[in-house]
Nanobody
Framework: QVPVVDSGGGLVQPGGSLTLSCATS????????MSWYRQAPGKERELVAG????????DYADSVKGRFTISRDNAKKTVTLQMTNLKPEDTGVYYC??????WGQGTQVTVSS
């Protein structure tokens, strides 16, 4: 299994912004689909955003479209989730997922006044 390190979570007020990062490894990184999921207490884990290897295909949950942007740097083997106009409903643990298979440890995002 490849290592996956999620980071960037924290506390933010509604309307604020936060950027999450995911660092991984593997020679195949540039071909791997990468994604972010989140899980709130009492709710199922859900896909938030996904990106294909060449950054030409994207997936976003309806609830985050227009507010979140996923991107990647294949040279650095990193994926970023830029979150803006955050809402309390965005609160949860965010997980990076590598190649549709390997999970990061998760990073907590809390949106609250």
């Amino acid at each position: 299994q490849v290592p996956v390190v999620d980071s960037g979570g924290g506390l933010v007020q509604p309307g604020g912004s936060l950027t999450l990062s995911c660092a991984t490894s593997g020679f195949g990184f540039s071909t791997w689909y990468m994604s972010w999921y989140r899980q709130a207490p009492g709710k199922e884990r859900e896909l938030v955003a996904g990106i294909n290897g060449a950054s030409v295909s994207f997936d976003y949950a309806d609830s985050v479209k227009g507010r979140f942007t996923i991107s990647r740097d294949n040279a650095k083997k990193t994926v970023t989730l830029q979150m803006t106009n955050l809402k309390p409903e965005d609160t949860g643990v965010y997980y990076c997922k590598v190649n549709r298979r390997v999970w990061g440890q998760g990073t907590q995002v809390t949106v609250s006044s």
